[in-house]
């Protein structure tokens, strides 16, 4: 396909009239083809007019209609070829293996909500039939199904360009939800953004649906994001990004005459428990992984292991110089963006400016426009304590501090002063570490969304049970998850018939089961 540089409001190409920008390659620095011009105000409200025309006929389509057009997604997404890696690769500096796998998880994930959708289990099926001879008084019929809030806005991420981006989970639980989406493509890879973007129009047409059942809208700055969130026609809003993006997002849904929620996944450091037992018993293990986790992808993962926490004494200073090698060792690693590198050598003179803070390495730096050197550093539980809020805040990229406890008190202490997280992974040996995990434990559960053992928190698995959210900041809503197929939940509401002649019924509900669906009936 031809990358064009417009907005693709449903089956249009129409060229901004906004700023121009274009795609950098954070290699290189050298600006990459095709100019974009940003999308002004008239240009969001076609994109969202068109999509309130299709909701009424897209929410009502059979579950094969729309798993078919999940499945016909995918597969116009491979059929990009290579076309897609290589612009990806260029516009975010990440390398062919990455990309390639994540081109996968993206096509994967369409495919299981599609298996979703058919199952219709996502609908909650509810009966509680009429009981005319119930004393004291009669119960009428009473149904429930779900159905889609409506035309979603959705804000593609910076470090995952396609599994959470255009056609990523946000876009895919959206769209099997029953909801036309309106995407903002992320400035720095416009290009694969709109590539993406073009297949997801190819499968409208093919499955012979409303053009408004998406569009994508590109610009360079803020104005373009709370124009979107801003118009009466968007109904809820899916953002992967920083903490200062998702908050000012969640702020101006709130100022609206008709307030929207916002499902915002924003900030986490992901702390790693590095209980006594496990340390002594694979000590070397734990470091050597503990690394490889830190540097991927330069950190640059929403669950890279920001935080260690592990009780002082001979294990753990074995860990922290086994580390301290590993990241010294770290070779040089190129960010997304040069204003992401900026922000994460930023946080890392800060970190390394604290009087309670020690820098332990550096990694190896390099000569180029958004340069990442892995940073590891430790502290004290007392100096944490007193400053959870400089010392516990996020550093986007390859940086992790270490945190010497030393009792048990501690230990526990740190659990209770951290902020809402995505994850905390425990480092455990069975039988020798059980009472402390115990004690852990009810903390870990209000203040986290996924507990892990044994491993480490970058990769996360998308299928059912997955659990991607977290109490604020991790996200602006802890009881959601924006991966796995519970994410379709955030795009649903309830809806009550109380007596309606079975006929008018939707087919989720009427006597029959045209669909064959799971229904609670009593």
Known sequence: MTITG?????????????????????????????????????????????????????????????????????????DLGDELITRTMQETGLPRPRLEGERGRTVNQLRLFARVVRDGDWLDARIDHAQPDRKPAPRSDIRTRHIPVGPVAVFGSSNFPLAFSVAGGDTASALAAGAPVVCKAHPAHPGASELVGQAIRSAVRQCGLPEGVFSLLAGPGNDLGMALVGHPGIQAVGFTGSRRGGVALMQAAARRPVPIPVYAEMSSTNPVYLLPGALAARVDDIAQKFVVSLLGSAGQLCTNPGLIIALDGPDLDRFVNLTTAG??????????????????????????????????????????????????????????????????????????????????????????????????????????????????LPTLEVKVGRILANGFPTGVEVCDAMVHGGPFPATSDGRTTSVGTLAIRRFLRPVCYQDIPDNLLPAALQAANPWNIHRAER
């Not at 620095?29 to 240009?43: N, R």
Request: hydrophobic content about 50%; overall charge negative.
């Open 6 to 78: 417009t907005q693709l409001i449903g089956h249009q190409d129409i060229p901004g009239t906004g700023a121009q920008f274009h795609a950098v390659d954070p290699v290189t620095g050298k600006t990459l083809p095709v100019t974009w011009q940003g999308a002004d105000a008239g240009q969001v409200d076609r994109a969202v007019q068109l999509a309130l025309a299709a909701f009424p006929i897209y929410r009502e389509t059979t579950l094969t209609q729309r798993a078919d057009f999940l499945e016909a997604i995918a597969q116009a997404i491979l």
């Open 327 to 440: 990241v010294q060792a770290a070779p040089a690693a190129t960010m997304l963006t040069a204003a992401i590198a900026q922000a994460y050598h930023s946080g890392v003179s800060k970190l390394a400016a604290h009087p309670g803070v020690e820098t332990l390495a550096r990694g190896q730096n390099a000569d180029v426009p958004a340069p990442c050197q892995a940073n590891l550093a430790v502290t004290t539980a007392q100096a944490f304590l007193a400053d959870p809020e400089t010392l516990g805040a996020e550093i986007f990229g390859a940086s992790s501090l270490v945190i010497r406890c030393a009792n048990t008190q501690e230990f526990l202490a740190i659990a209770q002063a951290i902020e809402g997280q995505l994850t905390a992974t425990l480092h455990l040996e069975p039988g020798a570490d059980d009472a402390l995990v115990s004690m852990l």
